[in-house]
């Protein structure tokens, strides 16, 4: 079965700071993993994916992830943190082991300094 | 940009109402999803809906939680009795193909239940 780990539950930056939030991800099989955001009373909002193409997937607000099978991670990043980048992220895994539900890891949050 | 929609964005009932929460799938999605966050924790799945049946579900998922796709574009969990531990986030989510094929889940923003 997949799950995910998420490396700290909280994680502060200040503003134009490198954002890096760790994930790392158990699977048998081929993972499909997700970056989710959550901000403040919202929603889950899709950030990006991986899906077995490229190894480094570009996703919105200037976040990006890289696949590193050697080392079963899926690292978030985003080179200069914005005050507005502020909120929960979850890092989630689906894949091939008879189940359609996505594992989510326990979210870190961000905080972001001025 | 289509999009899941939930209601109502925020419950309170008292303990052992029954509660009947709403989602609109995007209009072509085939499977549905029920997660939710209890307060601090992470997001949990319940249960998967597709071609008018439950596929998956959850050990959470117990004989107080039904779903229904009661015409074409509503998707709803219904929680019968509910408890003081049933307050959290409900999140409903669709996804056009299979998990298998790897599609993505879209999510709804959610509807907070407090039980009092």
């Known amino acids: 079965a997949q799950s995910v780990t998420q490396l700290g539950s909280h994680v502060s930056v200040s503003e134009g700071a490198l954002v890096l939030l760790r994930c790392n991800y158990s699977?048998?099989?081929?993972?499909?993993l997700f970056w989710y955001v959550q901000y403040p009373n919202q929603g889950l909002q899709l950030l990006l994916k991986?899906?077995?193409?490229?190894?480094l997937v570009k996703g919105i607000n200037g976040f990006e992830a890289e696949f590193k099978k050697s080392e079963t991670s899926f690292h978030l990043t985003k080179p200069s943190a914005h005050m507005s980048d502020a909120a929960e992220y979850f890092c989630a895994v689906s894949g091939f082991d008879g189940g359609p539900d996505m594992r989510f890891g326990a979210g870190t949050r961000l905080t972001v300094k001025p | 940009e289509p999009e899941v929609t939930q209601t109502p964005s925020h419950q309170v009932t008292q303990m052992g109402q029954e509660v009947i929460l709403h989602c609109v799938p995007i209009?072509?999605?085939?499977?549905f999803y029920w997660y939710r966050q209890i307060l601090g924790q992470k997001v949990e799945f319940l249960v998967s809906?597709?071609?008018?049946?439950?596929?998956?579900k959850s050990e959470i998922f117990d004989d107080q939680f039904s779903v229904e796709r009661p015409d074409g574009s509503n998707f709803t969990l219904k929680i019968r009795s509910t408890k003081l531990e049933d307050s959290a986030m409900y999140f409903c989510?669709?996804?056009?193909?299979?998990?298998?094929?790897?599609?993505?889940?879209?999510f709804g923003p959610g509807t907070r239940l407090t039980v009092l």
């Open positions: 209009s072509n999605h085939l499977y």
């Open positions: 699977s048998s099989v081929p993972p499909y």
């Open positions: 991986y899906t077995s193409a490229a190894t």
């Open positions: 809906f597709y071609n008018n049946e439950i596929s998956e």
């Open positions: 989510a669709s996804s056009q193909e299979d998990y298998r094929l790897t599609d993505t889940q879209y």
